[in-house]
């Protein structure tokens, strides 16, 4: 139990970092909705497409032919992302006043709808575009024009990625400014401003390990309504992308004395596993896309697959090859980046921010440990973390890369976000208790400020980067 002066501590700690911790997703993420162009974002065109038809109820695509699934979405918001991407080809800048004003005339025109294909985005379940396409629907609602349903989207967006890191910091036991300080990095915080789909691909198995590390710690039987919640969680992991319905195993890490015993506990976490990755193989059964024939990188899966079964350590070398080639460029990417398109609607932020922030996270994460060390967690999450990324690898080798490349090709760094909550959790359940705790505490607070600062430094480059562009286009 905590002391009268450690809980008075603990408090005025927790204070200290939530008004800043809020203030920066305000202002940070207010900014980033303001200033970011319409579309900018990575794959953004296609998310609006698949939000816009969530939107109008239609949750399953069509299938529209060989690898390709879309259907009918209004034509105004088409049209109107069809007038940035012209923007995008052409390397140029965007007139807040003519983007007001094509956005009123497409508001103005009679309601139409118009069949188009995004197989990209319509082959995914509709669970993570729900809060974009419920901000879009109240839009519409309202009668507002396009270029408003799109900040209404981003908006959704923003307010359900903060309401999840709200819910993932009150069940975490340890690892809580670590944790915030890589929710609200620069990559992390610029998608939940967008119509991406990644902020739930991020923050729904961060819960789910957040639960499975709460509960370890409580050390007492699960309810029902919690174990009920697990099997939830898992569900709703089966329809986010493929790669995450793995998540789902770490339900395993739970001790038998929360379940009932050895037996119930490898029987319900095998459940929550099955559960997730069944809803997973069954939708991706439905919808088979094929991003490498779709994108013509000239993939060939099946072909892939075969070389895979034949020649597992050529795989095995070229995993680790791509790796020692690429990890730090996927740290650059996944940390530093702005925009989803060619300059200078894309670009970096300082690699000197970059650079410092690879190892400032880590180091809060072994400072912010929870009252007591598990390394069932530790060594759980951190053998977790490789698990995943090779198995993005994996994906990204045999559905994009063309066979006999000498590298994975298409891995952008953003995909491993779930893997960097991984190792920071691990090393935070690693670190457990320090004594004197005043120590720890110093460092922690010291080590959090550093963080946040260079996440703010590296965002305040993008926000002026976004800046640059909108400026009259002559």
Same mark, same amino acid.
């Given at each position: /139990?905590l002391?009268?002066?450690a809980?008075? /501590?603990?408090?005025l ?5 939530? &008004?800043p911790a809020?203030a920066? &997703? ?15 974002a ?5 998310h ?6 969530i ?25 109107h ?10 390397h140029a800048?965007?007139?807040a006043?003519?983007?007001? !004003?094509?956005?009123d ?8 709808r118009q069949?188009?294909?995004f197989?990209?985005t ?12 419920? &901000?879009?629907?109240?839009?519409r ?13 981003r ?5 359900v990625?903060? #309401? ?18 890589? !929710?609200?990095s620069?990559?992390a915080l610029?998608n939940?401003?967008t119509?991406?789909?990644?902020p739930l691909?991020?923050t729904l ?5 957040a639960l499975i590390?709460r ?5 007492t ?15 709703a ?10 998540? #789902? ?9 929360v ?6 506990r490898?029987?319900f ?5 099955a ?10 059964a ?6 490498g024939l779709y994108?013509?990188t ?12 034949? *020649? ?14 690429w990890?730090?460029m996927?740290?650059?990417? $996944? ?7 060619? *300059? ?24 912010d ?7 069932v967690?530790a ?7 490789p698990?995943?990324?090779?198995l993005? /690898?994996a994906?990204?080798?045999i559905g994009?890369?063309p066979?006999?490349a #000498?590298?994975?090709? $298409?891995?952008?760094?953003r ?8 190792v920071?959790l691990?090393?935070?359940?690693a ?5 004197p705790?005043?120590i ?7 080590? &959090?400020?550093?963080? /946040? ?11 002026? *980067?976004?800046v ?7």
């Amino acid at each position: /139990m905590l002391s009268g002066r450690a809980r008075r /501590m603990s408090r005025l700690e927790s204070l200290a970092i939530a &008004f800043p911790a809020i203030a920066f &997703f305000l202002v940070f993420g207010g900014f980033l909705l303001a200033l970011t162009p319409p579309y900018a974002a990575l794959d953004e065109p296609y998310h609006w497409q698949r939000v816009l038809q969530i939107a109008e109820g239609d949750l399953l695509a069509e299938t529209l032919g060989p690898n390709s699934w879309g259907g009918p979405i209004d034509r105004a918001g088409y049209l109107h992302m069809l007038h940035y991407i012209e923007l995008i080809q052409k390397h140029a800048p965007v007139d807040a006043a003519q983007a007001r !004003a094509l956005s009123d005339h497409l508001a103005s025109l009679p309601p139409e709808r118009q069949v188009v294909p995004f197989p990209s985005t319509a082959s995914y379940a509709p669970l993570a575009y729900l809060p974009q396409a419920a &901000f879009v629907a109240v839009a519409r609602a309202a009668r507002l024009a396009p270029l408003d349903q799109m900040h209404a989207g981003r908006l959704g967006n923003l307010v359900v990625y903060g #309401a999840m890191i709200a819910a993932i910091l009150r069940a975490l036991p340890g690892g809580r400014m670590a944790f915030l300080a890589l !929710a609200l990095s620069p990559v992390a915080l610029q998608n939940a401003g967008t119509l991406s789909a990644d902020p739930l691909n991020l923050t729904l198995p961060a819960l789910l390990l957040a639960l499975i590390w709460r509960y370890r710690d409580r050390g007492t039987p699960l309810g029902r309504g919690e174990m009920a919640g697990l099997v939830a969680l898992s569900t709703a992991l089966g329809l986010l992308k493929l790669t995450i319905a793995p998540f #789902a195993g770490i339900v395993l890490c739970l001790p038998g004395a929360v379940l009932g015993g050895t037996r119930s506990r490898i029987a319900f976490g095998s459940l929550c596993l099955a559960v997730a990755v069944g809803i997973a193989v069954l939708w991706n059964a439905a919808y088979p896309f094929l991003p490498g024939l779709y994108w013509g990188t000239g993939a060939d899966p099946a072909a892939q697959a075969a070389r895979l079964r034949a *020649a597992p350590l050529e795989a095995v070398h070229v995993f680790a090859v791509t790796t020692r080639d690429w990890a730090l460029m996927w740290w650059r990417d $996944g940390y530093g980046r702005y925009g989803g398109h060619p *300059a200078p609607w894309s670009g970096y932020a300082s690699d000197h921010w970059i650079l410092a922030a690879l190892w400032v996270l880590p180091a809060l994460a072994l400072c912010d440990g929870a009252r007591r060390r598990d390394p069932v967690v530790a060594a759980g999450f951190l053998l977790a973390a490789p698990a995943y990324i090779l198995l993005v /690898m994996a994906a990204f080798w045999i559905g994009f890369t063309p066979v006999g490349a #000498a590298s994975v090709l $298409g891995i952008q760094g953003r995909y491993f976000l779930p893997a960097q909550v991984l190792v920071v959790l691990a090393l935070a359940a690693a670190s457990g208790p320090w004594n004197p705790a005043g120590i720890r505490r110093g460092l922690r607070l010291g080590l &959090f400020a550093a963080a /946040m600062a260079l996440n703010g430094a590296v965002l305040v480059d993008v926000l002026t *980067a976004w800046v640059a562009l909108w400026v009259p286009a002559g």
